[in-house]
């Protein structure tokens, strides 16, 4: 079960920071993910369901420990805590990231905002977007944390993010953005 949490952990941040660059895209079986085409836009939005074999108050506080995310991400060089705002109802964080991007890219700079909030009973989503970046003009996305609906003690994420880049090299990246998110 350690493994298996951990595994999940290792996912879930990848899904929130896109890091760990991939050719084949192997879908693990508890895991489903669509891509959706938006117009104008370089890159699909990506929703992703999955089952984690935890429950949903752990699972969120695992995708949401961003101080540790740069000691098991590949290419991850910092994940600082810049900002927290605890409020009765949210929590607000700001993340400055750099990571090591491809060549001919050189490594991002990044500030996303990180939002989470209890929605109902046993659930909570976190809410990311961006603050400042030198790499891409619009990021935003969700991850919701529900018990769930049929396996007792697991929970169940339901995944969306859309990242418009900068570079007009983004293109070429498609496919590795789509595998880094697994």
Same mark, same amino acid.
């Given at each position: 079960?350690? %493994? ?64 540790? %995310?740069?000691h098991y991400i590949p290419d991850l060089k910092e ?32 500030v996303h905002g990180h939002e989470i909030t209890k ?5 909570? %989503? ?57």
């Amino acid at each position: 079960m350690k %493994q298996k949490l951990y595994d999940n952990a290792y996912i879930l941040t990848i899904c929130l920071l896109f890091q760990l660059p991939t050719f084949a895209l192997e879908i693990p079986t508890w895991m489903t993910l669509k891509k959706k085409e938006i117009k104008n836009e370089v890159w699909p939005e990506i929703h992703i369901v999955a089952t984690i074999d935890t429950d949903p108050l752990t699972s969120t506080a695992i995708f949401a420990a961003y101080d540790y %995310q740069k000691h098991y991400i590949p290419d991850l060089k910092e994940s600082k805590v810049i900002l927290e705002k605890v409020q009765k109802k949210t929590n607000e964080t700001h993340v400055k990231y750099t990571f090591d991007m491809p060549w001919p890219l050189s490594d991002g700079h990044y500030v996303h905002g990180h939002e989470i909030t209890k929605t109902k009973k046993g659930s909570f %989503q976190v809410r990311w977007f961006l603050v400042e970046s030198d790499s891409a003009e619009l990021v935003r996305g969700e991850a919701t944390f529900s018990p769930h609906p049929t396996e007792t003690g697991k929970t169940q994420l339901t995944y969306v993010s859309l990242v418009r880049p900068k570079s007009f090299l983004a293109g070429i990246f498609k496919k590795i953005m789509v595998g880094d998110v697994i």
